[in-house]
C-alpha cells in the first residue's frame, strides 16, 4: 500500500513540476517585435499595402497627434507605444501567426544615425515619392557599445532627409 502511495506522490509531483515549466516557458516567450505585448497586430496581404498607409498623409496627420505623449527619457519601445506602431504579418487571414512579420509607425519615413550616440526618427510622409518630413524624434545614448537610447526632444523643424535607396 505504501508503495502506490509513494507513486501517487511521485506522480503528482511530475504533474506538478510539467504544469509549472509550461507555465513558466509561456511567461518568458515574448514577442520580439511586441515585448511589452501593448502593440496591436494585424494581418495583410502585402508588406506594400500597410507601409503605403504607414507613409500616406493620413499616417503622419495621425502621428502628429501621437507625438505628444512622447516625452524626454523615453525609451524605443515607449516611443513605439506611445506611438500606437502596429506589428503586421503578411499572408492570409486563417494563417495569422504564419509568415514575415514587421512594425510599422505611422508616418516614419526613415531612422538615421548621424553620429554614433545620436539617433535621429524622421516622421512625414511620401507625396508621390517626394518624401515630406515634418518633425523628427531625437534619441542619444551614453555609450556607443549599447542599445540604450533615450529620447533626447522633438525637432518640429528638421532640415535633414531620409537618404536615398543605395546611399
Not at 32 to 38: A, I, M, V
Not at 129 to 135: A, N, R, T
Not at 157 to 167: H, K, L
Request: proline share 7%.
Amino acid at each position: 500500500m505504501e508503495e502506490r502511495g509513494g507513486n501517487r506522490v511521485a506522480m503528482w509531483r511530475r504533474a506538478c513540476l510539467l504544469v509549472l515549466a509550461s507555465t513558466l516557458t509561456g511567461c518568458f516567450m515574448r514577442d520580439p517585435l511586441d515585448p511589452r505585448g501593448q502593440l496591436d497586430h494585424r494581418v495583410v496581404t502585402q508588406f506594400d499595402d500597410a507601409e503605403r498607409i504607414t507613409r500616406s498623409r493620413q499616417g503622419f496627420e495621425r502621428a502628429r497627434q501621437r507625438v505628444t505623449a512622447v516625452q524626454p527619457g523615453m525609451t524605443p519601445a515607449d516611443i513605439e507605444t506611445a506611438m500606437q506602431a502596429i506589428v503586421v504579418t503578411e499572408g492570409q487571414s486563417d494563417k495569422a501567426d504564419e509568415g514575415p512579420r514587421r512594425k510599422f509607425i505611422d508616418g516614419l519615413l526613415c531612422v538615421r544615425n548621424p553620429m554614433p550616440l545620436h539617433q535621429r526618427w524622421l516622421f512625414g510622409y511620401d507625396e508621390g515619392g517626394v518624401e515630406l518630413v515634418g518633425f523628427a524624434i531625437e534619441l542619444e545614448r551614453d555609450n556607443p557599445e549599447k542599445e540604450k537610447w533615450v529620447v533626447r526632444g522633438i525637432d518640429r523643424a528638421p532640415t535633414d532627409d531620409c537618404p536615398e535607396p543605395g546611399d
